[in-house]
């Protein structure tokens, strides 16, 4: 009986610890106790057949008398005592929850942020104390916050860089000089591209596979859009105005270059030098 209470607590773990463990997570995440909820009514019936069941000619010392009920007693109330003072304690350290200020915040900034620009917000994981990257794609703003009604959009590109940091509140943000796109070829344009013309905007370096924010700073003639995509990475496709302008692009992938395609008739953009990074608070 013993033996099946071993086997039966080491045979609840093995399937855990393949589903659960890998290269890319922490061993930690097989040990969480409420996989094992079940290991729990097994052992306890185990654990009552085994006391119950009659002792053994050879285990006299084991019969019913006051030394064995002042030890049984003693470990049943060491037992419950252990697991008071655990649920005490892990109700308080819940208590301290930075979920709740962190949301409160951002539904306000949001709230506050729609209503004074119609500008998108580019896409970011929420701070990791809120929600962790292990439980990705959910862990993203455009996921926590999409039935709030009350907010800014969420697009793949923005005049108006903005994130939020880890209080919630809404700050103005930069790109981070990660690499840089080199001056361009053509005087007093930089890259020229338009429909029958795509060019591609060279970097100073390689850019390995992440989630990349490109300031791309343009000047266009008539309104319309553009498609981005970095050499090894999905193409984005990009509103633009008349005039000088800037836009920050969410640009997915790995490569040297980023290739730029005008898609609107007519269109003619010049695009200057600028950072690809990632996005941080001013």
């Known amino acids: 009986m013993w033996l099946a209470a071993v086997g039966y607590a ?7 610890y393949l ?3 890998s290269a890319f997570t922490a061993l930690e995440l097989a040990q969480t106790l ?4 079940d290991l729990v009514v097994v052992l306890a019936l185990l654990a009552g057949v085994g006391l119950c069941a009659p002792n053994r ?5 084991l019969n019913a008398s006051a030394p064995r009920t002042a030890v049984t007693v003693g470990l049943a109330t060491l037992f419950v005592a252990s697991s008071l003072y655990s649920t005490a304690t892990f109700l308080a350290s819940w208590r301290d929850n930075p979920a709740e200020p962190y949301l409160r915040h951002a539904r306000h900034a949001l709230a506050a942020a729609r209503a004074a620009s119609d500008a998108p917000l580019l896409d970011q994981e929420v701070d990791p104390l809120v929600l962790q990257r292990v439980v990705g794609p959910e862990n993203r703003a455009s996921h926590l916050f999409a039935l709030l009604p009350d907010r800014p959009e969420f697009a793949s590109a923005t ?3 903005r994130m939020l940091d880890s209080s919630g509140r809404l700050a103005d943000a930069q790109v981070t000089w990660v690499r840089t796109i080199v001056p361009g070829p053509v005087p007093r344009c930089g890259y020229f591209a338009q429909p029958d013309i795509p060019t591609r905007l060279v970097l100073d370096g390689p850019l390995l596979p992440a989630d990349w924010t490109a300031e791309i700073n343009y000047l266009a003639n008539v309104d319309g859009s553009m498609t981005l995509a970095l050499s090894e990475g999905p193409a984005t496709k990009v509103p633009v105005h008349p005039g000088l302008n800037r836009v920050y692009v969410r640009l997915p992938g790995a490569g040297n270059d980023i290739s730029v ?3 609107t008739a007519a269109l003619s953009v010049c695009i200057a030098s600028g950072p690809v990074g990632y996005v941080a608070p001013r």
């Open 159 to 161: 005049p108006l860089l």
């Open 261 to 263: 395609r005008a898609d």
């Open 10 to 16: 080491a045979a609840c773990q093995v399937p855990i």
């Open 19 to 21: 589903m659960r463990s």
């Open 34 to 37: 409420r996989y094992l909820a």
């Open 57 to 61: 000619d050879s285990s006299r010392w």
